[in-house]
C-alpha cells in the first residue's frame, strides 16, 4: 500500500511517499480502507518527536473508511461499515484526565496517512451520515478537542460569552459551531481580515484584530471563557479580557510554550485556569451524537493527495487553512 512516512531524517525532511507493506489485522482489530484523512498540526510535531533511531513511521491521527477485514472475535461491526477513527487510545470513560497509558494515533502506532489502517474495533464509530468523506476524515481529533474543552472543561452553556483568539484551526472552528450551536455568545480574534471575515459568516459575533487592545475593543463585552491556543502571544491579553471568576482553557501553544503571570493579579480577579488534551471514547460518541443532532459539518479548506504530502505540510506548517485539511485517498 502508499503511505506517508517519516524516517531518517528529524522534521519535514525525513517525510517520504512510498510503498509499504500492509498493516496485518489481529485479534479484536478491523481492518479498515482509508477514504479519507486529517491532516493536524500534532502531524507537524511528530517529524520532530519521531527520532531517526526509532522504525520508520506512518504518520495522521484522523481518518475515515470502510471496513474491510475483522479480526477474530469482533463483533457488532460489518465489512463494509462505514466508520470514523478515533485517534484516543487506551481512554474509554469520562475523566478528569486522560488515563495512565493513554496515546494518540500516529506516533507510537502508525496512523492514517496510508491506504490501509487497523485499530482496535473500540476505536472506530459509525461515520454520521450527514457528513461527506472529506468532512468525516478531517473531523475526529479537532472536533473531539473543541468538544471536551467546551463542555467537559469549560462548562460553556447558552448565553455565555467566549473569546477565541487566533480563529482559523480546526479546534476553534469547530469551538465557534458548537459554542454558536448551543446559543453561545462567540467573539474571534485574528491577524487575518480575511479569517476575521469568514468567522463572521460562520457565525461569530464580533472579529477583533489580534493584535489590537482588546480590553478596549472588549470595554463593552463580559468575556466569561477564553480558549487559549496561541501561548506566550496572547495569553496575557486574554486574562486581561475574562470577566472576574471567568476561565480560561488551553489546549495548545502554537506560539512559545512559557507564559508568565501576575499571580497577584489572578488570585484577586479568582481565575480559573484549565487545561484539555482530546477526549474519551464517550466524549467521542457524544460528539458524533451532538453533530448529527445539531447538522453540523467541519469547515474544509483544502484536500490534497497523499503524494501531495509537501505542499499539504507547508500549507499546515504557515497557517494558511482556514478550518481543516487534508487528504484524499481512495
Known amino acids: 500500500m502508499k503511505a506517508i512516512i517519516h524516517k531518517e531524517i528529524e522534521g519535514l525532511d525525513g517525510l517520504h511517499y512510498e510503498e509499504c507493506e500492509a498493516p496485518h489485522v489481529d485479534k479484536g482489530k478491523v481492518k479498515v480502507r482509508l477514504k479519507t484523512a486529517g491532516l493536524n498540526r500534532r502531524d507537524l510535531a511528530v517529524t520532530s518527536r519521531h527520532k531517526i533511531e526509532q522504525p520508520p513511521l506512518i504518520l495522521g491521527s484522523d481518518g475515515a473508511g470502510v471496513v474491510e477485514e475483522l479480526g477474530e472475535g469482533v463483533t457488532g461491526w460489518s465489512i463494509g461499515d462505514e466508520v470514523v477513527i478515533n485517534p484516543g487510545l487506551g481512554w474509554k470513560h469520562n475523566s478528569d484526565a486522560p488515563p495512565q497509558g493513554f496515546e494518540i494515533l500516529g506516533l507510537p502506532d502508525d496512523g492514517t496517512f496510508a491506504e490501509y489502517i487497523v485499530v482496535s474495533e473500540e476505536n472506530i464509530e459509525k461515520k454520521p451520515q450527514h457528513l461527506s468523506w472529506e468532512e468525516a476524515g478531517v473531523l475526529p481529533l479537532a472536533a473531539l478537542t473543541a468538544y471536551r474543552v467546551l463542555f467537559t472543561r469549560a462548562k460553556v452553556k447558552e448565553g455565555d460569552t467566549v473569546l477565541l483568539p ?10 465557534l459551531k458548537f459554542a454558536k450551536a448551543i446559543g453561545a455568545k462567540v467573539i474571534v480574534t485574528s491577524r487575518s481580515e480575511e479569517k476575521l471575515e469568514t468567522a463572521k ?3 461569530a459575533d464580533l472579529a477583533i484584530p489580534t493584535l489590537s487592545d482588546w480590553e478596549e475593543e472588549l470595554a463593552e463585552e463580559q468575556v466569561d471563557v477564553v480558549v487559549e491556543s496561541i501561548g506566550q502571544a496572547t495569553f496575557e491579553k486574554s486574562l486581561g479580557v475574562v470577566k472576574r471568576g471567568g476561565t480560561v482553557v488551553t489546549f495548545g501553544a502554537t506560539t512559545e510554550d512559557k507564559v508568565e503571570i501576575d499571580i497577584r493579579k489572578f488570585f484577586y480577579g479568582q481565575y480559573n485556569l484549565l487545561g484539555s488534551t482530546m477526549g474519551s471514547r464517550e466524549e467521542f460518541q457524544d ?8 447538522s453540523l459539518t467541519p469547515e474544509v479548506d483544502k484536500m490534497f493527495a497523499l503524494s501531495d504530502y509537501q505542499e499539504a505540510f507547508a500549507y499546515i506548517r504557515d ?8 487528504f484524499t485517498i481512495g
Open 287 to 294: 460528539m458524533l451524537a451532538f453533530i448529527t443532532n445539531h
Open 319 to 326: 497557517s494558511k487553512n482556514f478550518g481543516k485539511i487534508g
Open 201 to 203: 459568516e460562520l457565525g
Open 166 to 175: 487566533g480563529i482559523g484551526s480546526g479546534v476553534l472552528t469547530f469551538a
